[in-house]
């Protein structure tokens, strides 16, 4: 495996079967005819957290909805290869599932409007041009677009264990932006799918200091943070060079602070990873931060 290729970073054996195994067993509970693509994955879970609110709620129309939904019933929300949503902050949920707040596919979603597919359309191409198009198509199919923000304020963007193969996030006018969150919230949904395909369980009482969070985390949360930290600068570094606009010392200063970041895990990581028993996961994660390391020490 090259230690340059994004591509060969997130190829993994086992990802796709454990896909569509989860979303075969889906499709019976619910009763409904899913395929086996990725965003059917990705769809299946919606349905079946939405079946469950309808249920919850009493709902026989909604649940019904789910029951008999598929993906070729969203495709006014398709912008191929993804579903783009831009709900409200009033259509966001919250429940036992999330600590944070979530958006799910329901019979009332509509779509994105235009300058939303436009500037994902931008931001993937981005990604597909700097090695992590196939990162955001099997691991980022449906993509959730929150609040319009400025360079200047404070981006958020989070994925969920209950939702695999989502991304929600706030977003700017700059494509290259978009791309750095969503490469980010899919490495994040990537580790989630190798971890679950290799049957791979980490010990919840072992903690690393995670100079991102500022405080210790658990072997699962600090090894996420190296892996989708490592993805965002691996992209950033190379798209920062055909950016324009504020865009550019944005991404400058993106670098820079994880610099510091990633000097301050060297040191912890290779016992953090001991803890991995899958070899191939194991050494995914270590040379995409060996990669950024050394990029970072080019750069000095």
Not at 61 to 72: A, K, M, P
Not at 120 to 130: G, I, Y
Not at 264 to 277: D, G, H, K, M, R
């Amino acid at each position: 495996m090259s230690a340059l290729s994004p591509e060969a970073l997130v190829t993994l054996d086992g990802i796709a079967g454990h896909q569509r195994l989860r979303t075969s067993r889906i499709a019976s509970v619910l009763g409904n005819r899913l395929g086996s693509s990725v965003l059917d994955y990705a769809v299946a879970h919606h349905l079946l957290e939405g079946a469950e609110h309808a249920a919850r709620a009493r709902d026989a129309d909604r649940l019904d909805w789910y029951r008999r939904t598929t993906v070729g019933d969203l495709t006014h929300l398709s912008a191929d290869p993804h579903i783009v949503l831009n709900p409200r902050s009033a259509e966001m949920l919250r429940s036992e599932i999330s600590e944070t707040a979530y958006y799910l596919v329901g019979p009332d979603s509509s779509p994105a409007p235009p300058e939303a597919h436009g500037l994902v359309r931008a931001a993937t191409a981005s990604a597909t041009e700097h090695g992590f198009g196939t990162l955001l198509t099997q691991h980022a199919p449906v993509i959730c677009l929150l609040n319009r923000r400025q360079l200047d304020e404070t981006l958020h963007s989070w994925a969920l264990t209950r939702l695999p193969g989502t991304v929600f996030t706030d977003y700017t006018a700059h494509p290259e932006v978009l791309a750095r969150d969503l490469i980010h919230e899919a490495a994040h949904n990537w580790l989630n799918g190798a971890l679950a395909a290799h049957n791979v369980s980490l010990p919840a009482d072992v903690t690393f200091f995670s100079p991102w969070r500022g405080t210790r985390r658990s072997v699962f949360g600090f090894l996420h943070a190296c892996w989708a930290f490592s993805l965002t600068v691996l992209y950033v570094r190379e798209a920062r060079r055909s950016a324009t606009g504020a865009a550019v010392p944005f991404l400058d200063t993106h670098l820079r602070q994880q610099a510091v970041k990633f000097a301050a895990i060297t040191e912890c990581l290779e016992q953090a990873l001991s803890y991995v028993p899958a070899n191939e996961i194991r050494e995914r994660i270590g040379r995409a931060v060996g990669k950024v390391v050394t990029s970072m020490c080019s750069a000095d």
